[in-house]
């Protein structure tokens, strides 16, 4: 009672707590939703706290409980009665309810509830007691209805007896006192349960508690005590169970177990065996000793005076007949024992009601003989317990209960009625404001669905309006609490509108686009298959949610240019309106036969969509590049400010979230094509076409990774790009660690370099990630070799991987492998560290490629950073493999940071060559005479011969036919200029001239002129300055010769005059170079001189009629002259190597 109690003062205090939030939800004018969260909120923190609290004590609970009760599971076990735990359950119910469908279409529905017309008792007592022999014999007038044999033996569960007068269960001993305690005790209250949900207004009439005989003279007082408190526990639950005060009649079964019974019992008249043997207590006195001693003397008394009339009725009498009453007093004892425990009220329970004292017997010997007749068994039953029927009360604490109800009914309900208030109040402000603006909305909003003259776009957006007046009207009814539009407007307004949508979406929207699909694919565009194709496949899958609601597929939105590439005058932002306008269509659309037949025309038109393309899957890749996910760039890795023309790029449908979306599209594509065997292999074919594209994708990329070296623009952004490598900023290192999470989802494909780069990953987790931090930790790795924590497991990993990439390879100790090659690791950073602390020094630069060009065969010659780095990559190259053909892209990359670093330096060499010609040869030549270059630049000790040999030796070499050259080491040269190459290349074959005197033999040959000029030249003169005289060759046309001596030291200009008419023609070939320049205008012996050759002298000439002048000679020895016009410079150029 006191937990009704606590029950009704929860259910007020949540009632008021409810009325409180509620109505101050509303004073504050805010919506009722808002008060309805702060309870949802209270409530649920309320709710976590109990079923926490709960949680504990029934964890605490079932702890003890499964330390007591046996670990056999009773369910998964046959017990003794040869079922297991469910079957037993299945039979009592089916039992059960096999009575009470029986009763209900027997006769006694004419007299009203067949479930109440006759009295109902149930028999109880341990097993053996003799409850289903005492019903058997009891000779009672049973119906033919089928409901079990009854055969002989115990009862299994339940047995009913359905005789004239009433309805008797008969139970299985072991619910009064268990066998098994879990297993019985459940049953028990299953039948109860049973009884009180098919019998709640008299439940139960009586109950016949049974006890044998033979047990209240023979068992010990604790084996009648325990007895008698395993039947009240039973009997305790059911009075709590059906809240009634059952009257119990106690009966004395096996009374032919009483010494002298039997042979009494032959001197009964046959009358007298159907009557009651027993006594009915009419007192409502709780003293049952008394009643039971009351009851066991007014037997006696009866046997007594019954004896006399049954010794006057025969001659010779049993001494049973005198013995009898005195054998029976004996029971009285075990009897007390029996009641005191099984009846008898205490402090803690209430006590049944005991009603009476009875005694039957079903079995007693005649002559020696079993004799089966059930003897004061018939008029128990038909005449005895059905008068009691009223006598049925209920417990006091039913009753308090009940008027506990009446009590706290009207408090209840006036609480609900103020929160009811509150709560309309609220909803009507609620639906007020949501009315308003809907009509707020739409009020001005004109949706005219019969005009057949709207454009594409508008019939777009004349449904998405239509539509989201739908969803506002919806959204309003759905929150309705008391639903006002339905109770008002009568039909289902929503409804009708969404009818008219689905027809106008369909007759005006959908039917133009889908009867010309084919046609539309015909004529589509290569670039708009994949927005065509992904648009069908979407919208089919849209259509087989809606045809298949239990599937777990998630529909995905239609592409915002679906309707576009069908229909170019549709605008954007209609076009992106159709995917919400559709998939609404497919939700809100009752004809799930239209839909089908939907569904197949879109899966024809994606199968001819699909033939159209013969193949090719370049439409699924365009598909997922449309989706926005970012493509791999080289920018992501390398820093630099110039902008690279046709950069390597990896498109976002070869990254991870490009692969995600392809999967689940390609799902979409396989759900889209359940039914078309031909489509969904298409997804196969697929599967090895993009591994193919991925793989390649990244591996090209690999490829030309090396070109972002090429975005820097300047020396800074190269020293910034150097201090990198030795960090984890490293782009190489950060390429090979994207690619190996990039490609892990074709880990299974033995792709280019796969096992290399997996195995760095796994040393990157050891090794250190700065080089310019020093040492790694050596003692740390091999601690986290030793542990089997997360590290551990991750070095076995690479144990693995580092087995597969040295297969082959001669091996050692997996832990001394690892540390070995995470010290080469470490050390190659450090050596990269190295390289950019020292990138400012230009002769370090210099020093590093000279050595690289000197031996080319062996890179980690030397002392430099450089080497040491080349150093690092031998050793792990001694670990892991040299580079072949299938680890190409892994050393490429790997050792990318030594060439980027040659690449600077190679640029800061060249640097560091210009300074060295600038101070050590063009400072040496300035201010120098003319005459005196060659001998200085190029002569046997010129400081140009001294330049190369001591400079730039290493990175130029002499080709046949072709001279010096720049040397290429692993496609790799200096920057020399070419200007430079070609006076190396011209003064090697003019070396001979310097210092050295040449004599050039000319004879004279006549001078002309045109026939008919009116003037012809006389005398021509060649003069050759030098330094110790003039040189003369005087010509008046007449053979003559002269021998010309000429030095590059000591000559200088050359003079040629011409005497013609009264002009002198003056030709100037100036510098040290005059001869030569003289000797190149006529190294075929002859020159002729137009008037143009003469500008100052130009007019007279023609006045004279002279249109040229043609001069001859025959020249010997010109040619060392002539070639050193080329062979030996006099100037030299500024730049002579490249720098930045």
């Given at each position: 009672?006191?937990?009704?109690?606590?029950?009704?003062?929860?259910?007020?205090?949540?009632?008021?707590?409810?009325?409180?939030?509620?109505?101050?939800?509303?004073?504050?004018?805010?919506?009722?939703?808002?008060?309805?969260?702060?309870?949802?909120?209270?409530?649920?923190?309320?709710?976590?706290?109990?079923?926490?609290?709960?949680?504990?004590?029934?964890?605490?609970?079932?702890?003890?409980?499964?330390?007591?009760?046996?670990?056999?599971?009773?369910?998964?076990?046959?017990?003794?009665?040869?079922?297991?735990?469910?079957?037993?359950?299945?039979?009592?119910?089916?039992?059960?309810?096999?009575?009470?469908?029986?009763?209900?279409?027997?006769?006694?529905?004419?007299?009203?509830?067949?479930?109440?017309?006759?009295?109902?008792?149930?028999?109880?007592?341990?097993?053996?007691?003799?409850?289903?022999?005492?019903?058997?014999?009891?000779?009672?007038?049973?119906?033919?209805?089928?409901?079990?044999?009854?055969?002989?033996?115990?009862?299994?569960?339940?047995?009913?007896?359905?005789?004239?007068?009433?309805?008797?269960?008969?139970?299985?001993?072991?619910?009064?006192?268990?066998?098994?305690?879990?297993?019985?005790?459940?049953?028990?209250?299953?039948?109860?349960?049973?009884?009180?949900?098919?019998?709640?207004?008299?439940?139960?009439?009586?109950?016949?508690?049974?006890?044998?005989?033979?047990?209240?003279?023979?068992?010990?007082?604790?084996?009648?005590?325990?007895?008698?408190?395993?039947?009240?526990?039973?009997?305790?639950?059911?009075?709590?169970?059906?809240?009634?005060?059952?009257?119990?009649?106690?009966?004395?079964?096996?009374?032919?177990?009483?010494?002298?019974?039997?042979?009494?019992?032959?001197?009964?008249?046959?009358?007298?065996?159907?009557?009651?043997?027993?006594?009915?207590?009419?007192?409502?006195?709780?003293?049952?000793?008394?009643?039971?001693?009351?009851?066991?003397?007014?037997?006696?008394?009866?046997?007594?005076?019954?004896?006399?009339?049954?010794?006057?009725?025969?001659?010779?009498?049993?001494?049973?007949?005198?013995?009898?009453?005195?054998?029976?007093?004996?029971?009285?004892?075990?009897?007390?024992?029996?009641?005191?425990?099984?009846?008898?009220?205490?402090?803690?329970?209430?006590?049944?009601?005991?009603?009476?004292?009875?005694?039957?017997?079903?079995?007693?010997?005649?002559?020696?003989?079993?004799?089966?007749?059930?003897?004061?068994?018939?008029?128990?039953?038909?005449?005895?317990?059905?008068?009691?029927?009223?006598?049925?009360?209920?417990?006091?604490?039913?009753?308090?209960?009940?008027?506990?109800?009446?009590?706290?009914?009207?408090?209840?309900?006036?609480?609900?009625?103020?929160?009811?208030?509150?709560?309309?109040?609220?909803?009507?402000?609620?639906?007020?404001?949501?009315?308003?603006?809907?009509?707020?909305?739409?009020?001005?909003?004109?949706?005219?669905t019969n005009d057949d003259s709207q454009s594409a776009s508008m019939r777009l957006d004349t449904a998405h309006r239509l539509k989201s007046m739908i969803e506002s009207m919806q959204a309003y009814k759905d929150q309705e609490y008391i639903p006002w539009s339905s109770l008002m407007a009568g039909n289902d307004q929503v409804a009708i509108l969404k009818q008219k949508y689905i027809d106008y979406v369909h007759n005006s929207i959908l039917l133009e686009y889908d009867n010309s699909i084919k046609r539309t694919i015909d004529d589509l565009e290569e670039k708009n298959t994949s927005?065509?194709?992904?648009?069908?496949?979407?919208?089919?899958?849209?259509?087989?949610?809606?045809?298949?609601?239990?599937?777990?597929?998630?529909?995905?939105?239609?592409?915002?240019?679906?309707?576009?590439?069908?229909?170019?005058?549709?605008?954007?932002?209609?076009?992106?309106?159709?995917?919400?306008?559709?998939?609404?269509?497919?939700?809100?659309?009752?004809?799930?036969?239209?839909?089908?037949?939907?569904?197949?025309?879109?899966?024809?038109?994606?199968?001819?969509?699909?033939?159209?393309?013969?193949?090719?899957?370049?439409?699924?890749?365009?598909?997922?590049?449309?989706?926005?996910?970012?493509?791999?760039?080289?920018?992501?890795?390398?820093?630099?400010?110039?902008?690279?023309?046709?950069?390597?790029?990896?498109?976002?449908?070869?990254?991870?979230?490009?692969?995600?979306?392809?999967?689940?599209?390609?799902?979409?594509?396989?759900?889209?094509?359940?039914?078309?065997?031909?489509?969904?292999?298409?997804?196969?074919?697929?599967?090895?076409?993009?591994?193919?594209?991925?793989?390649?994708?990244?591996?090209?990329?690999?490829?030309?990774?090396?070109?972002?070296?090429?975005?820097?623009?300047?020396?800074?952004?190269?020293?910034?790009?150097?201090?990198?490598?030795?960090?984890?900023?490293?782009?190489?290192?950060?390429?090979?660690?994207?690619?190996?999470?990039?490609?892990?989802?074709?880990?299974?494909?033995?792709?280019?370099?796969?096992?290399?780069?997996?195995?760095?990953?796994?040393?990157?987790?050891?090794?250190?990630?700065?080089?310019?931090?020093?040492?790694?930790?050596?003692?740390?790795?091999?601690?986290?070799?030793?542990?089997?924590?997360?590290?551990?497991?991750?070095?076995?990993?690479?144990?693995?991987?580092?087995?597969?990439?040295?297969?082959?390879?001669?091996?050692?100790?997996?832990?001394?492998?690892?540390?070995?090659?995470?010290?080469?690791?470490?050390?190659?950073?450090?050596?990269?560290?190295?390289?950019?602390?020292?990138?400012?020094?230009?002769?370090?630069?210099?020093?590093?490629?000279?050595?690289?060009?000197?031996?080319?065969?062996?890179?980690?010659?030397?002392?430099?950073?450089?080497?040491?780095?080349?150093?690092?990559?031998?050793?792990?190259?001694?670990?892991?493999?040299?580079?072949?053909?299938?680890?190409?892209?892994?050393?490429?990359?790997?050792?990318?940071?030594?060439?980027?670093?040659?690449?600077?330096?190679?640029?800061?060499?060249?640097?560091?060559?210009?300074?060295?010609?600038?101070?050590?040869?063009?400072?040496?030549?300035?201010?120098?005479?003319?005459?005196?270059?060659?001998?200085?630049?190029?002569?046997?000790?010129?400081?140009?011969?001294?330049?190369?040999?001591?400079?730039?030796?290493?990175?130029?070499?002499?080709?046949?036919?072709?001279?010096?050259?720049?040397?290429?080491?692993?496609?790799?040269?200096?920057?020399?200029?070419?200007?430079?190459?070609?006076?190396?290349?011209?003064?090697?074959?003019?070396?001979?001239?310097?210092?050295?005197?040449?004599?050039?033999?000319?004879?004279?040959?006549?001078?002309?002129?045109?026939?008919?000029?009116?003037?012809?030249?006389?005398?021509?003169?060649?003069?050759?300055?030098?330094?110790?005289?003039?040189?003369?060759?005087?010509?008046?046309?007449?053979?003559?010769?002269?021998?010309?001596?000429?030095?590059?030291?000591?000559?200088?200009?050359?003079?040629?005059?011409?005497?013609?008419?009264?002009?002198?023609?003056?030709?100037?070939?100036?510098?040290?170079?005059?001869?030569?320049?003289?000797?190149?205008?006529?190294?075929?012996?002859?020159?002729?001189?137009?008037?143009?050759?003469?500008?100052?002298?130009?007019?007279?000439?023609?006045?004279?009629?002279?249109?040229?002048?043609?001069?001859?000679?025959?020249?010997?020895?010109?040619?060392?002259?002539?070639?050193?016009?080329?062979?030996?410079?006099?100037?030299?150029?500024?730049?002579?190597?490249?720098?930045?």
């Amino acid at each position: 009672m006191r937990t009704f109690f606590r029950i009704l003062a929860w259910i007020f205090i949540l009632l008021l707590i409810s009325g409180v939030v509620l109505s101050i939800t509303y004073l504050l004018d805010r919506p009722l939703i808002e008060g309805g969260y702060a309870l949802a909120g209270i409530f649920s923190i309320w709710l976590a706290i109990i079923m926490i609290r709960k949680a504990i004590i029934r964890y605490r609970a079932k702890a003890q409980v499964k330390s007591l009760l046996n670990s056999e599971s009773p369910d998964d076990q046959h017990d003794d009665l040869g079922m297991t735990s469910s079957e037993l359950k299945k039979s009592l119910s089916g039992r059960w309810y096999q009575t009470i469908r029986a009763l209900k279409r027997s006769q006694l529905k004419f007299q009203g509830d067949p479930l109440y017309v006759l009295p109902w008792y149930m028999i109880f007592g341990r097993p053996t007691s003799g409850k289903s022999t005492s019903l058997r014999n009891a000779k009672l007038l049973l119906p033919s209805i089928d409901l079990s044999s009854k055969e002989e033996g115990s009862t299994l569960n339940l047995e009913w007896w359905l005789h004239e007068e009433g309805i008797i269960i008969d139970t299985a001993g072991r619910y009064a006192v268990p066998d098994k305690l879990e297993r019985d005790r459940k049953e028990w209250n299953q039948i109860l349960s049973m009884l009180s949900r098919h019998k709640q207004k008299e439940p139960l009439n009586g109950l016949v508690l049974v006890v044998a005989a033979n047990r209240l003279l023979n068992c010990s007082e604790d084996e009648l005590l325990e007895e008698g408190r395993q039947v009240r526990n039973s009997i305790n639950r059911m009075m709590e169970k059906l809240e009634v005060k059952v009257p119990v009649y106690l009966m004395v079964t096996k009374s032919d177990l009483i010494p002298g019974f039997s042979e009494w019992a032959q001197y009964i008249p046959d009358e007298l065996k159907n009557q009651a043997m027993g006594y009915l207590n009419e007192s409502e006195s709780g003293d049952y000793d008394s009643i039971a001693d009351t009851a066991l003397d007014s037997v006696l008394d009866r046997l007594k005076e019954v004896r006399l009339l049954m010794m006057e009725q025969t001659d010779s009498p049993s001494d049973a007949l005198l013995t009898l009453p005195k054998t029976m007093e004996d029971l009285r004892s075990g009897l007390h024992t029996f009641i005191r425990t099984a009846l008898q009220g205490n402090a803690y329970q209430e006590a049944p009601r005991f009603r009476g004292l009875y005694f039957s017997s079903s079995i007693h010997s005649e002559d020696g003989k079993t004799v089966r007749d059930g003897m004061f068994l018939h008029d128990f039953f038909t005449k005895i317990l059905p008068p009691d029927r009223g006598l049925l009360v209920s417990l006091p604490s039913a009753v308090r209960f009940r008027r506990a109800v009446r009590k706290y009914a009207l408090g209840i309900s006036g609480a609900l009625t103020f929160v009811s208030a509150v709560a309309l109040t609220g909803l009507y402000n609620q639906d007020s404001t949501f009315l308003s603006e809907i009509e707020t909305n739409f009020s001005g909003t004109v949706i005219n669905t019969n005009d057949d003259s709207q454009s594409a776009s508008m019939r777009l957006d004349t449904a998405h309006r239509l539509k989201s007046m739908i969803e506002s009207m919806q959204a309003y009814k759905d929150q309705e609490y008391i639903p006002w539009s339905s109770l008002m407007a009568g039909n289902d307004q929503v409804a009708i509108l969404k009818q008219k949508y689905i027809d106008y979406v369909h007759n005006s929207i959908l039917l133009e686009y889908d009867n010309s699909i084919k046609r539309t694919i015909d004529d589509l565009e290569e670039k708009n298959t994949s927005v065509l194709a992904g648009g069908l496949v979407r919208r089919i899958n849209v259509l087989q949610k809606r045809l298949n609601p239990e599937s777990e597929f998630e529909i995905q939105p239609i592409g915002n240019d679906y309707i576009i590439v069908q229909d170019n005058s549709v605008g954007d932002e209609e076009s992106i309106l159709f995917s919400d306008i559709y998939i609404s269509y497919v939700d809100w659309s009752q004809s799930l036969i239209g839909l089908e037949e939907e569904k197949k025309r879109l899966q024809a038109a994606l199968l001819h969509l699909i033939k159209q393309n013969h193949g090719d899957y370049s439409w699924i890749i365009q598909w997922a590049n449309a989706q926005g996910f970012d493509p791999v760039q080289l920018k992501s890795f390398w820093g630099g400010s110039i902008k690279l023309v046709d950069a390597p790029e990896i498109s976002s449908a070869y990254t991870l979230p490009g692969y995600e979306f392809i999967q689940e599209f390609l799902t979409e594509f396989k759900m889209a094509n359940t039914d078309d065997k031909q489509l969904s292999d298409i997804q196969q074919d697929f599967n090895q076409y993009y591994q193919r594209k991925y793989i390649n994708a990244w591996t090209d990329f690999a490829d030309r990774f090396d070109e972002g070296k090429q975005k820097q623009r300047d020396r800074k952004e190269w020293t910034v790009l150097l201090d990198r490598m030795a960090t984890a900023d490293n782009p190489y290192f950060t390429l090979l660690q994207t690619m190996h999470d990039q490609l892990a989802p074709f880990s299974d494909v033995d792709y280019q370099s796969r096992d290399k780069i997996a195995f760095f990953t796994e040393i990157q987790s050891y090794s250190i990630s700065d080089g310019r931090k020093g040492k790694g930790g050596g003692k740390l790795l091999k601690k986290a070799l030793g542990k089997l924590g997360k590290v551990g497991k991750l070095a076995k990993k690479g144990m693995k991987i580092h087995k597969k990439a040295t297969k082959g390879q001669k091996g050692g100790d997996d832990g001394s492998a690892l540390e070995d090659a995470v010290k080469a690791a470490d050390a190659y950073k450090q050596a990269l560290a190295e390289v950019a602390f020292k990138a400012d020094s230009r002769s370090q630069s210099l020093s590093t490629i000279t050595t690289l060009f000197q031996t080319p065969d062996s890179p980690e010659a030397g002392n430099g950073p450089l080497a040491s780095a080349w150093v690092s990559v031998k050793e792990l190259q001694a670990l892991i493999g040299k580079p072949i053909s299938t680890t190409r892209i892994f050393w490429k990359l790997y050792m990318g940071p030594i060439y980027a670093a040659y690449d600077y330096m190679q640029r800061e060499s060249s640097c560091a060559i210009q300074d060295r010609w600038e101070d050590n040869v063009l400072a040496s030549i300035d201010g120098v005479a003319k005459n005196n270059l060659g001998n200085l630049l190029v002569g046997e000790e010129g400081v140009l011969w001294n330049f190369l040999d001591t400079e730039v030796s290493p990175f130029v070499k002499k080709q046949f036919k072709k001279g010096y050259v720049r040397a290429n080491i692993e496609q790799r040269s200096l920057g020399l200029t070419e200007t430079f190459l070609d006076v190396l290349n011209q003064s090697a074959a003019g070396a001979f001239v310097v210092g050295n005197q040449f004599t050039v033999s000319m004879n004279a040959l006549p001078s002309g002129t045109n026939s008919d000029a009116k003037v012809s030249p006389y005398a021509t003169f060649i003069d050759l300055h030098c330094s110790d005289g003039t040189q003369t060759m005087a010509n008046y046309n007449y053979p003559t010769q002269h021998d010309f001596n000429w030095a590059l030291e000591t000559c200088g200009d050359t003079t040629l005059r011409i005497e013609i008419g009264q002009l002198t023609l003056l030709k100037e070939y100036l510098g040290v170079k005059g001869f030569g320049k003289f000797l190149l205008d006529f190294q075929d012996g002859r020159r002729i001189f137009t008037v143009d050759d003469f500008p100052n002298q130009k007019a007279q000439l023609i006045n004279n009629g002279v249109r040229y002048i043609d001069v001859s000679y025959e020249i010997n020895g010109q040619r060392p002259v002539i070639q050193m016009l080329d062979t030996v410079p006099l100037e030299l150029p500024q730049l002579a190597a490249y720098c930045w």
